[in-house]
């Protein structure tokens, strides 16, 4: 392992200061060589259990973020931005940068054993994933989900990774006592897209292992069919091979949500098209005209098709019926609210 000071002073104490504040940090900045590229910036933070703005059109009020940037480095990641307020950058430092609040478990037990806290659902994996690979170096979510489990505090998680199986005992554990909620994020089966689109993350059929890992241990799964990507997965073929291979691994729902292009992920997303298909450029200009969503007529073709195949599939309310407690997670709401963000894994 080598420890390396990567930043100037200057700049890390801006950085510090943008974090937390800049008398609650201590950053120690990493390059390991399994994370060739990596820079880790280990922080204290001050407080773990985050309130969502505009919660109420939101199916969850609060948040768990044991990371800032994430290694998987889905290019359409709409994240990115939140790195910009720690003025770090929104693209290749996005997916290179990672915060690691170390401190997250002891902040997390901390709050729950707190009179102010009164045992709400708190919500994982919605601004970037809490199981991208540094948790395989850091292993905070082993506290965290001991911390929920010990509190019977009811939880969801939300990933593209496939270190979640790591933890299943403790999630076994936790929905004895509380309501536990799994999705796995897989917007589309197609790996040549994958390999240039999600670079980071695991194939989607190792992810829909986890599906099939967590069915065949009782635990019901859900997948966020995310993000349906405009005329590189969308087509009737393309939808029919994603949900009949969900159905295969035994998920017990299936919500289609097609891409949304925030700022910061827009631009990084767009010189990614530029690169690897120049001939689409202009038909996203035209889709994403007037804003950060598809159009409605987009999304609601994607929302049927998807449910037609997810009948016919099989998949569905007669799917979910769950031994104990746990439960698809709800999946990620299409709209957002500055400044905790949201993110699609
Ligand atoms: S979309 Fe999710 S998995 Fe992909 S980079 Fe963003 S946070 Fe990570």
Redesign the pocket.
């Known amino acids: 392992m080598r420890w390396e000071n990567l930043t100037a002073d200057q700049d890390r104490s801006r950085v510090d200061a943008a974090l937390f504040g800049a008398d609650t940090v201590v950053t120690r900045t990493v390059d390991t060589p399994e994370f060739r590229g990596v820079t880790f910036h280990e922080v204290r933070a001050r407080s773990i259990v985050n309130r969502v703005p505009g919660a109420s059109r939101m199916p969850f009020e609060w948040t768990v973020n044991p990371y800032r940037g994430?290694?998987?480095?889905?290019v359409?990641?709409?994240?990115?931005s939140t790195h910009g307020y720690l003025d770090l950058d929104t693209g290749i430092g996005?997916?290179t940068q990672i915060v690691v609040k170390v401190n997250a478990p002891e902040l997390l037990r901390q709050r729950l054993a707190s009179r102010s806290w009164r045992g709400e659902h708190i919500a994982m994996?919605t601004?970037?994933?809490c199981y991208?690979r540094a948790e395989g170096r850091y292993r905070l979510m082993p506290g965290v989900l001991a911390a929920l489990r010990d509190h019977a505090n009811p939880f969801s998680i939300l990933?593209?990774?496939t270190l979640i199986l790591r933890d299943l005992d403790l999630l076994r554990q936790a929905a004895e006592v509380t309501d536990v909620g799994v999705s796995v994020?897989v917007g589309f089966t197609d790996p040549d897209l994958w390999r240039t689109v999600?670079p980071?993350?695991p194939a989607p059929e190792r992810r829909l292992d986890v599906v099939r890992a967590l069915a065949a241990q009782g635990i019901g799964c859900g997948v966020l069919m995310a993000p349906v990507i405009p005329f590189l997965s969308d087509g009737p073929d393309q939808l029919r091979a994603t949900v009949r291979a969900v159905a295969e691994a035994g998920a017990t729902s299936v919500t289609p949500l097609a891409l949304h292009l925030r700022p910061g992920a827009r631009e990084w997303f767009t010189a990614w098209l530029a690169r690897h298909h120049p001939h689409l450029v202009r038909r996203y200009e035209r889709l994403y005209a007037d804003g950060a969503y598809a159009p409605k007529w987009y999304q609601r073709r994607i929302t049927r098709q998807v449910h037609e195949l997810a009948r016919e599939y099989g998949i569905g309310p007669a799917r979910a019926e769950l031994p104990r407690r746990i439960r698809p997670a709800a999946p990620t709401p299409p709209r957002m609210t500055e400044p905790t963000q949201l993110?699609?894994?």
Request: glycine share 12%; hydrophobic share 25%.
């Open positions: 994430c290694t998987h480095a889905c359409y990641c709409f994240a990115r996005f997916d994996g601004n970037v994933d991208q990933t593209k990774g994020s999600e980071g993350t993110t699609l894994i």
